[in-house]
T-cell receptor, first 113, second 116 residues
Framework: GESVGLHLPTLSVQEGDNSIINCAYS??????FIWYKQESGKGPQFIID?????DKRQGQRVTVLLNKTVKHLSLQIAATQPGDSAVYFC????????????FGPGTSLSVIP | DTGVSQDPRHKITKRGQNVTFRCDPI?????LYWYRQTLGQGPEFLTY????????KSRLLSDRFSAERPKGSFSTLEIQRTEQGDSAMYLC??????????????FGPGTRLTVT
């Protein structure tokens, strides 16, 4: 069946270092892969997405890499800051219109000052 | 603040009672989604609307759950005869669907339901 999952449940990073959060997916039919950030007491917040025909996409301090050969997605955060501490979810959807988003279980990122 | 509001933020109810949650999306957004999230897990899709039409319902949405969006603006999610397994965070999201392009979903803060 469809599933999106993460390799590591927790990640601790020193402030200023780069963070890499990984995700494995099983549904090759996904059209978009998305990263969300969820802070305590808040709903998920869109960070960046990547279309399935792309390998890399960059945003502000974030880069998403997609390796379709091994069905692997990663989120790189440059110069990690305390405000980056949150749970990060990879997710997938089909079609151009995000009909429904299927989330993975999440990785908790802790930034050590 | 994403512009999506949910009410109430917290709800404690006894098993067997009915509860209703409200979501107010971003005003120009024509799509509205409901998700459920349990502790330590990612949100699970429940249902979504385009304007007032309910276009998809998850198998997770049992007969005790009903969602409406009568005028294509705010939405309500009702759970009848609540069970302890219904305890979760109920998230609402909205997006603007246009021909072509991607439609980022903006999430509200959620309603935390506790069934005792």
């Amino acid at each position: 069946g469809e599933s999106v999952g993460l390799h590591l449940p927790t990640l601790s990073v020193q402030e200023g270092d780069n963070s890499i959060i990984n995700c494995a997916y099983s549904n090759s039919a996904s059209d978009y892969f998305i990263w969300y950030k969820q802070e305590s007491g808040k709903g998920p917040q869109f960070i960046i997405d990547i279309r399935s025909n792309m390998d890399k996409r960059q945003g502000q301090r974030v880069t998403v890499l997609l390796n379709k050969t091994v069905k692997h997605l990663s989120l790189q955060i440059a110069a990690t800051q305390p405000g980056d501490s949150a749970v990060y979810f990879c997710a997938e959807t089909r079609g151009t219109s995000y009909d429904k988003v299927i989330f993975g279980p999440g990785t908790s990122l802790s930034v050590i000052p | 603040d994403t512009g999506v509001s949910q009410d109430p933020r917290h709800k404690i109810t006894k098993r067997g009672q009915n509860v209703t949650f409200r979501c107010d999306p971003i005003s120009e957004h024509n799509r509205l989604y409901w998700y459920r999230q349990t502790l330590g897990q990612g949100p699970e899709f429940l249902t979504y609307f385009q304007n007032e039409a309910q276009l998809e319902k998850s198998r997770l949405l049992s007969d005790r759950f009903s969602a409406e969006r009568p005028k294509g603006s705010f939405s309500t999610l009702e759970i009848q005869r609540t069970e302890q397994g219904d305890s979760a965070m109920y998230l609402c999201a909205s997006s603007l669907a246009l021909a072509g392009g991607t439609y980022e979903q903006y999430f509200g803060p959620g309603t935390r339901l506790t069934v005792t």
